[in-house]
């Protein structure tokens, strides 16, 4: 899948196995961090999308994605209403 994900962003076709790796560790490093971020801000209850927002509010890029993405949805579920 990692390797798949690197090919679409630009990779050669089939990477170095290695890098395959390399990769993998740092997402799941990276997703290990976020998630032990959001649970923490969300005080031992059920994540909310404040506890998500939470842990990005150091990453603007992150932050402002995010937000448009949100919008998004709200755009597109508001047009699924009118049909």
Same mark, same amino acid.
């Given at each position: 899948?990692?390797?798949?994900?690197?090919?679409?962003?630009?990779?050669?076709?089939? =990477?170095?196995?290695?890098?395959?790796?390399?990769?993998?560790?740092?997402?799941?490093?990276?997703?290990?961090?976020?998630?032990?971020?959001?649970?923490?801000?969300?005080?031992?209850?059920? =994540?909310?999308? =404040?506890?998500?927002?939470?842990?990005?509010?150091?990453?603007?890029?992150?932050?402002?994605?995010?937000?448009?993405?949100?919008?998004?949805?709200?755009?597109?579920?508001?047009?699924?209403?009118?049909?």
């Amino acid at each position: 899948e990692v390797a798949r994900l690197m090919y679409g962003f630009g990779d050669a076709p089939t =990477p170095h196995p290695d890098t395959v790796e390399l990769v993998t560790l740092l997402l799941h490093e990276y997703l290990q961090e976020y998630c032990t971020a959001v649970l923490a801000a969300a005080g031992g209850r059920k =994540p909310k999308l =404040p506890a998500f927002l939470h842990a990005l509010r150091h990453d603007h890029k992150k932050l402002v994605r995010v937000h448009e993405l949100l919008a998004l949805d709200q755009e597109l579920t508001s047009a699924r209403a009118t049909f």
